[in-house]
């Protein structure tokens, strides 16, 4: 099994920034796509940020403000929040989509919390 284990969450006030690291148990030297999602209560899971076939794609809402990187010496995948809002409040979650002999599997990382307030 691949395991995706995130931190980097926390509280944090309007304007404020953080980092999420999502450390993989695989090298991600080559992978099919990879992603950041997020949920607040009663809502649904929503799209922040992915990386499929070469292609970045953001959320209009976090467009100039987040942006999704990875580091393949230390597997690990980031996402870099900036100018943080109250209505980024979420628990965010990782997803990696590794390239197998049968086909591409995704993973998911346990998600971590981020609170934006004052």
């Known amino acids: 099994q691949v395991q995706l284990v995130e931190s980097g969450g926390g509280l944090v006030q309007p304007g404020g920034s953080l980092r999420l690291s999502c450390a993989t148990s695989?090298?991600?030297?080559?992978?099919?796509?990879m992603g950041w999602y997020r949920q607040a209560p009663g809502k649904q899971r929503e799209l922040v940020a992915n990386?499929?076939?070469?292609?970045?794609n953001y959320a209009d809402n976090v467009k100039g403000r987040f942006t999704i990187s990875r580091d393949n010496a230390k597997n690990t995948i980031y996402l870099q929040m900036n100018s943080l809002k109250p209505e980024d409040t979420a628990v965010y979650y990782c997803?990696?989509?590794?390239?197998?002999?049968?086909?591409?599997?995704?993973?998911w990382g346990q998600g971590t919390q981020v609170t934006v307030s004052s």
């Open positions: 695989r090298n991600i030297f080559s992978i099919y796509a």
């Open positions: 990386i499929i076939s070469g292609t970045t």
């Open positions: 997803n990696v989509v590794f390239t197998d002999t049968f086909g591409e599997i995704g993973y």
